[in-house]
């Protein structure tokens, strides 16, 4: 089966770092584009930051542009995100997806109905 498994997460300072990892299996890992997206209390799962097939192109939303990197090995088929200078604004349980790669836009790789597989989930809570 298809498991996307996301560890990382914990309780940091406002300007402090983390590291996601997101460890994959059960798919051909390169034949994915990889996403991060995150989701607040009340709030809607919002794209965060996403990585084709390769690792050679990266989108991030504007909110974290410059502070998160996302990259890939796909060796290990994992993909992490590396946060730094992290807001209280970032507190959301974040998450790893994957989209089976074919013909689509670059806003594809920004669109959540557009990835197919989810892992459960990682909390970063940042404090003021």
């Known amino acids: 089966q298809v498991q996307l498994a996301e560890s990382g997460g914990g309780l940091v300072q406002a300007g402090g770092s983390l590291r996601l990892s997101c460890a994959t299996s059960g798919l051909t890992f390169r034949s994915y584009a990889m996403g991060w997206f995150r989701q607040a209390p009340g709030m809607e799962r919002e794209f965060v930051a996403a990585i084709n097939w390769s690792g050679g192109t990266t989108y991030y939303a504007d909110a974290v542009k410059g502070r998160f990197t996302i990259s890939r090995d796909n060796a290990k088929s994992t993909v992490w995100l590396q946060m730094n200078s992290l807001k209280p604004e970032d507190t959301a349980v974040y998450y790893c997806?994957?989209?089976?790669?074919?013909?689509?836009?670059?806003?594809?790789?920004?669109?959540?109905?557009?990835?197919?597989?989810w892992g459960q989930g990682t909390q970063v809570t940042v404090s003021s």
């Open positions: 997806a994957a989209r089976l790669l074919s013909s689509g836009s670059s806003s594809a790789y920004t669109t959540r109905q557009r990835y197919d597989y």
